[in-house]
């Protein structure tokens, strides 16, 4: 069933996936489950884009949408699953649909995503993997529409492309994505209250949290390692939980000399969902995979059981053999 | 004195700049005290620029230049004062040449900058306040020149735009920044490792004076004012100090629902440089006033004599009068 559906997406590209938008009516935008900038910017502006041009449209989120994207994230009308148009935007797979999938899933009339690890879940699908964000492709869309672009539709493009660059800073950003920006720029979009918004405001509780595993935290291997731990103690003291901790990781790897940032974030009574940041020449998925997970080059995860010290242990001596290779490297160098 | 040499500033536009960084030669350019990346990104830029066209040049800065500049920051030889040119790159006042004031206070043939607080010291300005760096306008004075641009001026140039403006987050962003930075993105700049030497690498000592002072910090006025306290004795105790604090007065305002962040770093056994970060409709600088300092709507800071709480007593009580301020002028809207 599956792999029927695989063969049968349909991979569109830009002038054509704007021709299907064009086309339908009816549409009702999913995004993804733990919704982010990028997913909930991209979905509005798609549903304002289609609103421009005379469509009924709405768009529906697996989860409450939190408040701080209420600037561009408005409740929008109810569209009848009957005779409508489904669209996914930013959602790389079924999964991620969360609470939507009984209803949606396998009834995805056209997907539009920038992630290269896409299941192709969708009847058809718009995907470009060199984009910095699913924004970048809709503006793309929207220009290739010849659709009038109004400021909130500017402000949730800008949202979704500031956020999964992090504000222009990583790697995924190119000429491209910066040229977008200064179109943007020509509306009343507010951008540093935005970027303000998305990037600097942090809750009570995130602030006391970081403080809490900050005093836990611990240094390894002459200071090349930075170990968080994100106890179950630390979570329910707190009131910090899912999305709001994802921030952690980032500070595992922001300390001066630090090669590896390991985050250990307590998931049940003997389990640790294990986050490592990794500065070249380390490979966090290589390391990740001796533990039973995987991911990318610089960010991996593994799910790994035991008690602390021990999942401590495990890591640890994952992360020093690593050490120990590269360290092995550079003295043949030498 | 200084009024005849306000009078004597000449104002140069793009154009007639450019004319006279052709014409001239023998540069000494100068960089202010406690360099960021904006000054020392100009400046290189413009000496990699001024070589590029046979020009003899080099770059002098009052102070070490940090080690997370090298990408950019080469030693340069020596240029005599005799025949010399000297341009000074995003210095506002005289007195921020630091150490090199004594040689060159007077002796400034051009200065280049972005502040519209310049007190046009030099012989010749070109100041473009709406710049969002001076990066900004040497990447446009560099294309009036019509000089081949490198990958090591690229990165520079790059470097002023993204420190100046917290990577493209802050209200001074332009259409027009971005757009450099998308023609930036054309070179082999690596922009995501600069980015994250700029902006996510934090020294142990500095991870360490942070957690210090949120576990002494206080909220306020219905948790409206979060209070950091930046003693000598932490100081003392992480070996943190001078710039390396900037960064604190911008956690005093991270937190959702504060609208007033106060900074209090103890400077002498009962002095405090007090640093205020507000949101509107609060002004930073009114209650800066009643304390004695200024500064801008959002930032602004004062020198306060006393004891740690004779000092926070003060504070506090000009931050609940605007507070109360605002509440009465919010009854009158109801």
Known sequence: MKNDKNIGCNELNLKQTASYLRKHNNYIILTHASPDGDTLGSAYALYYALN????TACVLCPDVIP???????????????????????????????????????????LCIDHHISNTRYAENLYLDASAAATAQSMYELIEQMKVNINDITAKALYTGLATDTGCF????????THLIAAELYKFNIDAAEINRLMFDTKSKKLIKLEQMVLSKSEFHFDDRCFLLPVTAEMQEETGCSGTELEGIAVISRSVEGVMVGITMKQTDMEEFKVSLRTYPPLDASAICNKLGGGGHVAAAGATVKGTYEEVKARVLKAVGEALEEVDAGSDSVR
């Open 52 to 55: 421009e041009i005379g469509k």
């Open 169 to 176: 800073k990583y790697a995924n950003v190119t000429e491209k």
């Open 67 to 109: 408040k701080k994207y209420d600037y561009f994230a408005r409740k929008t009308d109810h569209v009848s699953m009957e005779n409508s148009t489904v669209i996914a935007v930013d959602i790389a797979t079924e999964a991620l649909l969360g609470g939507l999938k009984d209803e949606f899933a396998g009834k995805i009339n």
